[in-house]
């Protein structure tokens, strides 16, 4: 197993740098790991939290997704102290390059009779300190359809975020009619490294 002076190829040593992005897992509990003797990386930054309500957004206008909950069923993780779950912000405790991935649940009332212009849609953005534009934002879109009243849009990816800046979810409705975001839709992140 490693120790702080030894190299550890992509991982940041314990005493290299001023901020400690990785810490190793004791030898002890390594080898009661089945499947691998190598060391493994403790990920300081790390979370999934739910929205905690639904949240109507309105035709012509872009939300900041609030109010989540961190989820108690198994698989459920916070590490560290960097969610604002009020809020709906992931504030970065290390300047480092993140992965990020928001599951945003769906639903219109738009009917079959409905007319719906083909330029109609929904746009899902994970963005950094607010701006949702190129190299500060991930987006999904996604048209509407009359013949699925819910649908889901994922976004995923990976983004280079500075110490204390903040990173959220929107929901852009560029369409005619009301959108609702679900309950339970989720974020999720965690640090991949320096």
Known sequence: YFTATEKCGLCVKKNQSSVNIFAYVTKKAQDNLHSSKAPIAVIPSAFHMELNSAIIVNHGTRKLLVQYVQPSHRGAFMR?????????????????????????????????????NKNEHVIAYICIDFACTRNRSIKFVSGLSPNSRQFTLYADGILYVEA?????????????????VQKRSSFSGHLVGA
């Open 164 to 180: 204390g800046h903040t990173v959220g979810i929107y929901v852009e409705n560029v369409s005619g009619h009301p959108i609702t």
């Open 80 to 116: 560290g102290n960097g969610v604002d779950v009020q809020k709906g912000l992931f504030i970065a405790p290390y300047s480092a390059i993140y992965r990020f991935s928001a599951l945003v649940h769906l639903h219109h009332s738009i009917t079959s009779s409905t007319n719906i």
